[in-house]
């Protein structure tokens, strides 16, 4: 059975991937776990990207 904060996680992630990914409730709801996991990595993998391409134009600018 889930505990509160699984279920809490669980409700969380499909929001986060359903407003990120523009995948619907219902696609989320029927991917397996490690499908998941792999668009969660892959979404994490590009927030980092986007923030050391930013930090470097940052420094970059900071520089000139």
Same mark, same amino acid.
């Given at each position: 059975? !889930?505990?509160?904060? +699984? !279920?809490?996680?669980?409700?969380?992630? #499909?929001? $986060? !991937?359903?407003?990120?990914?523009?995948?619907?409730? *219902? #696609? !989320?709801?029927?991917? /397996?776990?490690?499908?998941? +996991?792999? /668009?969660?990595?892959?979404?994490?993998?590009?927030? *980092?990207? *986007? $923030? *050391? $391409?930013?930090?470097?134009?940052?420094?970059? $600018? /900071?520089?000139?």
């Amino acid at each position: 059975s !889930l505990s509160h904060s +699984d !279920l809490k996680n669980y409700y969380e992630t #499909v929001h $986060a !991937l359903s407003n990120r990914g523009n995948h619907s409730i *219902e #696609v !989320l709801e029927n991917i /397996y776990p490690y499908e998941r +996991d792999i /668009y969660i990595s892959l979404y994490n993998r590009k927030d *980092e990207a *986007e $923030a *050391e $391409a930013k930090l470097q134009r940052s420094m970059n $600018a /900071y520089t000139r």
